[in-house]
């Protein structure tokens, strides 16, 4: 008879497959991406020297790409999602053309490339409907509804949103529906619509408090409450506010815990309640310090800043809009940068140090574009 062919080995004794099964449920235990992709990386290299070591690489070349994304290298994911979705044409494997359509568009999103991620997503929503996967096309729709809003385009974000109610409702998915009203709300407050915008969270907060979700229940009185001091009714904004800040530290959701106590804030500074203010924005800070968010942390710091420059506490307030400027600048964040600016040569000017404000007007007019000007908030 003729001797079996062996099967390709990985270092440390395990077949390919055998090693991305491993590593597949090492992912879902919480491996940190780093000790996943010196693994990942072992395997792809037998799987290059031999195409047949491995019956589907592109799952390979897919968990790759989720890596580095996690890692924010995003050369390396686009790298490997792009040759993931080429597997896929190759193959003829539209569900792998949806998955890797989907990936890119998300990828594209997190670089800021808006129109491309757009692009994607549509090539996701296709696939999903030759695929008739109810599932898939409301994935594709939110992120189409996304990229819209990023965008500039609020109708069209709303209609994606409307079309994915249309499917949660089919596929019987409560709370997706209570996501949709949620995302619906935020896009018609955009819009202006406020009273609809109320309608909407409302239906939120009843589905989310009839599963017992509790952060979607501490989302939603977030989002009332944004709505509410939308229409200047402040006490009961802060209402809502502090019953999001009760849901949502019960069930440890930081992010709206920050979300809660910025708005919360804002409210205090229109009512000129700036020690308030100034004891909510800093606990925004803290909690995006522990979430390692720097978006969070500048807009904190900017709002330190201001609230403590309408107190004539200068020293206060530049250090605060030091720190967001130095953050806008770890982060390319243009409109930031110009904020800060302009926000520092304010202050500068109060403390009498017009050189160091003269160079921060400057280098804001340098900055400064006509899309960039409309969208940074100045101090008056």
């Not at 106590?261 to 800093?282: C, P, R, T, W, Y």
Request: one cysteine or more.
């Amino acid at each position: 008879p003729q001797p079996q062919p062996q099967p390709h080995r990985c270092p440390g004794g395990a077949t390919p497959e055998e090693m991305v099964a491993l590593v597949s449920a090492a992912n879902d235990a919480g491996l940190p991406p780093a000790q996943l992709v010196c693994v990942l990386e072992r395997i792809l290299t037998v799987v290059d020297n031999d195409n047949d070591a491995l019956d589907n690489p592109a799952s390979l070349h897919g968990m790759l790409g989720s890596c580095y994304s996690d890692l924010r290298l995003y050369d390396h994911a686009l790298w490997h999602c792009t040759r993931r979705m080429r597997l896929a044409e190759q193959a003829g494997d539209t569900e792998g053309l949806c998955i890797g359509h989907n990936k890119l568009g998300l990828l594209h999103e997190r670089l800021g490339q808006f129109d491309q991620a757009l692009e994607h997503h549509r090539k996701h929503l296709d696939a999903a409907l030759e695929l008739d996967d109810l599932g898939a096309q409301a994935r594709a729709r939110l992120n189409l509804a996304i990229v819209c809003e990023r965008l500039g385009k609020p109708k069209q974000a709303l209609q994606h949103h409307s079309l994915r109610l249309d499917l949660a409702v089919k596929l019987g998915d409560r709370p997706m529906q209570g996501d949709c009203h949620s995302e619906m709300g935020i896009v018609c407050s955009a819009l202006g619509q406020h009273e609809r915008a109320l309608e909407h969270h409302a239906r939120h907060l009843a589905i989310a408090s009839a599963l017992g979700d509790m952060p979607g229940q501490g989302r939603a009185h977030c989002n009332l409450g944004n709505t509410c001091k939308n229409l200047r009714q402040y006490d009961l904004a802060l209402e809502h506010y502090a019953r999001c800040l009760s849901v949502a530290g019960a069930c440890n959701d930081l992010k709206t815990v920050a979300r809660a106590h910025s708005s919360k804030g804002d409210v205090h500074d229109k009512l000129k309640q700036f020690d308030l203010a100034i004891e909510h924005h800093g606990k925004h800070l803290d909690v995006a310090v522990l979430l390692d968010d720097l978006e969070r942390q500048a807009s904190a710091h900017a709002r330190l800043g201001i609230a403590n420059l309408q107190l004539c506490r200068y020293e206060l307030a530049k250090d605060h809009l030091s720190q967001q400027l130095a953050i806008a600048l770890q982060r390319s964040d243009l409109p930031g940068q110009i904020a800060a600016r302009g926000n520092l040569g304010v202050v500068c000017q109060r403390l009498g140090q017009y050189e160091q404000a003269l160079r921060h007007l400057n280098a804001q007019l340098d900055l400064s574009t006509t899309q960039a000007r409309d969208v940074a908030p100045q101090c008056r």
